[in-house]
């Protein structure tokens, strides 16, 4: 009778154990992400890489997508009453970008913890910010458990990819008195190398000043510099442009793509507001010439739709935000 009871007891001991550790987030879990859109369109092979503690979850949250691979750490919190995990800010490349490399969503993920005989599973999906919910679609996942990898491995930053490193062809612009000072962003012997503009300077500056610039939208950042991306809006159809900072010439003559035109532009503090202008070299096949502009101020990408054509140069007119007083 002893040994029976003993036996009930360790039974329900281990089934009350199991309970516990399939009820938990951590774990690696593995699942596709697909677009909520109609249509065929890229997916994302995803992983997720949870520790939980109390209502704290973090890890390292990857993908795969086209043609290579990201991953970054991730924090949020995870509900036990109703199983709800939610991780916000986890930028996801657009689902109509030809690489890993091109634009950035910045989304959240909103998933609930299912536990049954068949396995564990947390379904759910990525959203981006309400302004963006049509450039950037819903993605939907449904995130399997992966049994064969302990619970209890520590997460290291080693497996972590950083996102983004700038290239040979990004351009750091600082504007200054004497015009903008455009640096490469490749870092030559420690040190950053100082390029001047390769341009024709009074004859692009005069065709700049011939068209009337359109401020398009205005922006208020947090930062005193900010990166900004130029992509081809639509089909690639050879849309060539330069840009402008504050009426000076920046980038000659570039045409845009899938991949990212990138600049850094650290903002002049002197002025109410530094306007950045988009020049069209040509109409490309299909007219006008548009392109998508983000500006990623820190951590935060905003996206705006220019248009230019040979008469009128897409701006958009940058504030800094005052400081907030304590």
Request: hydrophobic share 35%; glycine share 8%; proline share 5%.
């Amino acid at each position: 009778m002893q040994r029976l009871i003993l036996i009930s007891l360790l039974f329900f001991s281990l089934c009350a154990g199991a309970q516990t550790s399939t009820t938990t987030t951590t774990g690696s879990w593995y699942g596709k992400a697909d677009v909520v859109l109609d249509g065929t369109f890229n997916n994302y092979l995803t992983q997720l890489i949870v520790k939980q503690n109390g209502t704290k979850v973090e890890g390292i949250f990857g993908y795969y997508f086209r043609n290579g691979y990201q991953s970054f750490f991730v924090k949020g919190t995870y509900d036990p009453k109703t199983r709800q995990i939610s991780i916000p800010e986890m930028p996801v490349t657009f689902y109509k970008s030809n690489s890993i490399d091109g634009v950035t969503c910045n989304m959240s993920f909103e998933g609930t913890l299912r536990v049954s005989k068949v396995g564990s599973f947390i379904r759910g999906a990525f959203v981006s910010d309400p302004r963006y919910r049509y450039t950037c679609p819903e993605l939907r996942v449904l995130f399997s458990l992966d049994s064969l990898v302990e619970q209890n491995e520590e997460i290291s930053s080693a497996v972590v990819k950083q996102l983004w490193q700038p290239s040979v062809d990004d351009k750091i612009v600082i504007d200054g008195a004497d015009g903008p000072e455009i640096r490469s962003a490749e870092p030559v012997a420690g040190k950053t190398e100082t390029k001047g503009p390769e341009v024709n300077y009074n004859s692009l500056v005069t065709r700049f000043k011939q068209r009337q610039s359109v401020v398009a939208t205005e922006m208020a950042v947090k930062s005193d510099s900010i990166r900004v991306s130029f992509y081809d809006n639509g089909d690639i159809d050879g849309d060539t442009i330069s840009v402008f900072l504050n009426g000076n010439p920046v980038i000659e003559k570039q045409m845009i793509s899938a991949k990212a035109t990138t600049i850094y532009i650290k903002l002049d503090p002197t002025k109410e507001y530094n306007d950045l202008s988009m020049f069209a070299e040509n109409l490309g096949r299909i007219p006008p010439n548009t392109a998508l502009m983000v500006v990623y101020d820190g951590d935060n990408p905003q996206e705006i739709f220019l248009t230019s054509n040979l008469q009128q140069n897409g701006t958009v007119r940058i504030r800094k935000k005052p400081a907030l007083v304590k």
